[in-house]
Structure formats: C-alpha cells, structure tokens
C-alpha cells in the first residue's frame, strides 16, 4: 500500500497528463478519474496512465498489465501451446479454481478479428492476449472489476451523449486495439512510421489517441538507445 498522495496533487497530475496529450486522456477529468481508481487499489495514481489507455470513452488495461495484476494478486498461469496458430494457458487463483483456456487463429477467423494486418503480423502475441483476458476473467475476474482489454473496449460504443456534433464512419473492428499493439511491441522508431498509413485511416478522436500511444513509444525506443550507447563496457 503507498501512501496516499493528496486530492489536490492528483488534481495536478491529471491536468499535466491531460495537457501532455499522452496516454489518450483527453481531459483532466478522464485522467483524475482513473487515477483516483488506482489510489483505492492501494497503487500510486501516477499507475494509472501507466497501465491504462482510454479509448471510446471507456479505461482499456493492457493484456501484460492485467497479467501482472493478476499474479500479484497471487494467480498463476502455465502456458501449453505457443504457436502462431493455436495458444493455451491453464490458469489458476487460490479463490477461483483453475481453467484452461485456448485460442486458435481459427477462432479469430471465425470473430472477423484477422481482417486486421496487426493478426497476421503478430498472430501469437494476439492469441496470447485473448488468453489472458478471457483466462483471467473466469478465474479471477475481480482483479480486473470495472476496466475492459483495449479490444473489449474497442467493441464497444462510445457513451451515448445528449447532442452529436459530429458522425464519422466506424473504425475497422478491433483496428485501434490491434495498432495499440503493434506500437507496444515495436522495436524501432521505423517500425512505428510503417503504422502512419494505417492511423491516417482512423476518425480524428481515435487517431489523436493512437498518434499520441506512437510518440511516447518513440520517445522510449529513442530513451533506450541512449541508454545502451553511453553504457560502460563489461
């Protein structure tokens, strides 16, 4: 458990993290929100932005982040198959019991999941975190209570509002969701200028967010090489 951090420093947190334009917090108040859920976790609120992007409107928590949670909250999970076309884990909690849970790139096919490149470029890593998401959900769900997977969330409408200012047309399905991977997992500043076409596609609220996601990936790869370039010989 931290200690807790004042209402008026999160306040202060959330206004910087909104005006930075990073992790997809539009506004202050997306970002106080969440980081104030992180508080009652008994985490720093700084986590929060960490951990979480927003997308339609809704917290989506990153597969490896829930993973975490969930085997800090003393969960397991032993992984069976590991390949591009078929992915399994039994996992398991003290209070939950334990599942085994598969998913196979013909079970993506049939979800209309694979339309998007991000499946054909990283069909495991994909399959690895429908895993988890359902995994953890059945074992143990209340590690993850009130926050969706970013897929889940793309899934999903963005809250209905009292007037629409603007209509634009539907994302491709699960395209946010799958580009936020791609970005996660990118190794180079090129591999991440190879994604523009595809966020060029995006409406404009999607596509500030994911452009956002995008920089502050190039700024760690860019942080990274740094770190690797002025370390001492062994």
């Known amino acids: 458990m931290t200690a ?9 947190m959330a206004a910087s993290v909104a005006k ?3 992790f997809g917090m539009k506004t202050p108040e997306q970002a106080m929100a969440l ?5 009652a976790e008994g985490m720093h609120p700084a986590k929060a932005v960490q951990e979480f992007h927003i997308i339609n409107g809704r917290p989506a928590l990153k597969a490896d982040a829930m993973l975490a949670r969930f085997q800090a909250a003393g969960g397991s999970v032993r992984w069976g ?3 591009e076309q078929t992915v399994s884990g039994t996992f398991a909690h003290p209070q939950g019991g334990s599942v085994e849970i598969e998913w196979t790139y013909a079970m993506a096919e049939r979800a209309g999941l694979t339309k998007n490149p991000t499946w054909r470029q990283y069909p495991r890593q ?3 975190s429908r895993c988890i998401s359902e995994g953890i959900r ?5 590690v993850v209570v009130g926050a969706y997977t970013e897929e889940e ?5 963005p809250p209905s509002r009292q007037q629409v200012v603007e209509i634009v047309p539907a994302a491709p399905e699960s395209e946010p969701a799958d580009l936020l991977f791609a970005i996660d997992v990118a190794q180079t500043v090129e591999a991440l200028n190879a994604l523009k076409p595809r966020i060029r596609t995006l409406p404009a609220d999607l596509r500030s967010e994911i452009t956002d996601a995008a920089k502050q990936r190039a700024q760690q ?9 002025t370390d001492d010989p062994i």
């Not at 807790?4 to 202060?12: A, D, G, N, Q, T």
């Not at 980081?35 to 508080?39: D, E, F, H, T, V």
């Not at 969330?153 to 409408?157: I, L, P, Y």
């Not at 790869?221 to 370039?229: G, K, L, S, Y």
Request: hydrophobic share 50%; no cysteine.
């Open 4 to 12: 807790l951090v004042p209402v008026s420093e999160i306040e202060r």
């Open 20 to 22: 930075s334009g990073l």
């Open 35 to 39: 980081m104030l859920i992180a508080q």
């Open 81 to 83: 198959t590991y390949t």
């Open 126 to 128: 994909m399959l690895r």
């Open 138 to 142: 059945t074992v143990f769900p209340g």
């Open 153 to 157: 969330a793309h899934d999903m409408a």
């Open 221 to 229: 790869i860019r942080d990274n090489a740094t770190v690797e370039a």
